[in-house]
């Protein structure tokens, strides 16, 4: 099946820094990424929605200027948690479909494990 | 609005059968997923259901009624490496652009 490369698997860092989450799709094109959230024995919460070439779709109650989204390219979406602190602490998930495949097996990255001291 | 409810646990024994349920009320639907997620994995796909009826895929089954806005995962022969979180999750929109829901997850214990 497709694979989806999310890097850093693993990031500490200082409450008011900035952290960078990579999603990559390896062997495929993806126009659309989709960002998730999971706190630990929760589901996922999904936080955006990820467009190549224009601005991303946030769910009600994420903030973008907080979780700031870029899908540059048909293989790679990033997102930014700007300003973190402690209570952005949790497991970020990126997944994606190929493109035109519709509905489609969504494929999810490895996930990234943030905590913020 | 959307929904998905599924209960929160459930435990079965090593070598039994567990059935999985999940209703839905969403905005349009456009098939429904079930995945496994291990803790502290990302979530794998199992299964995929469009229309109504049973798809069997080994040990692993899946059914829709879409009438009723209910599925079921069926696991046989349970193993132990069976335990972890099922997700279950609706498609509601009509692109390859729509957002996939899910539902909280049954975390499901498997004693020997």
């Known amino acids: 099946g497709a694979v989806v490369s999310q890097h850093p698997s693993w990031v500490i860092c200082k409450s008011g820094t900035s952290v960078k989450i990579e999603c990559r799709s390896l062997?495929?094109?993806?126009?659309?990424m989709f960002w998730y959230r999971q706190f630990p024995k929760q589901s996922l919460m999904l936080m955006a929605t990820?467009?190549?070439?224009?601005?991303?779709?946030?769910e009600q109650g994420v903030e973008k200027d907080k979780f700031l989204i870029n899908h540059a390219s048909l293989t790679l979406s990033t997102l930014t948690v700007t300003s973190a602190h402690p209570e952005d602490s949790s497991f970020y998930i990126c997944?994606?479909?190929?493109?035109?495949?519709?509905?489609?097996?969504?494929?999810f990255g490895e996930g990234s494990r943030l905590t913020v001291l | 609005g959307q929904n998905i409810d599924q209960p929160t646990e459930m435990t079965a024994t090593e070598g039994a059968i567990v059935q999985i349920n999940c209703t839905y009320q969403?905005?349009?639907?456009?098939?429904l997923f079930w995945y496994q997620q291990h803790a502290g994995e990302a979530p794998t796909f199992l299964s995929y259901?469009?229309?109504?009826g049973l798809e069997e895929k080994g040990r692993f089954s899946s059914f829709l009624s879409r009438s009723k806005g209910y599925s079921y995962l069926l696991l046989k022969e349970l193993q132990m490496k069976d335990s972890a979180s099922y997700l279950c999750?609706?498609?509601?929109?009509?692109?390859?652009?729509?957002?996939?829901?899910f539902g909280s997850g049954t975390r499901l214990s498997i004693r020997p």
């Open positions: 969403t905005s349009g639907f456009n098939g």
């Open positions: 999750a609706v498609s509601p929109g009509y692109s390859s652009a729509s957002k996939i829901i």
């Open positions: 062997d495929f094109q993806a126009t659309t």
């Open positions: 990820s467009n190549e070439g224009s601005k991303a779709t946030y």
């Open positions: 259901n469009v229309l109504d």
């Open positions: 997944s994606a479909r190929v493109a035109g495949d519709f509905p489609g097996e969504l494929f």
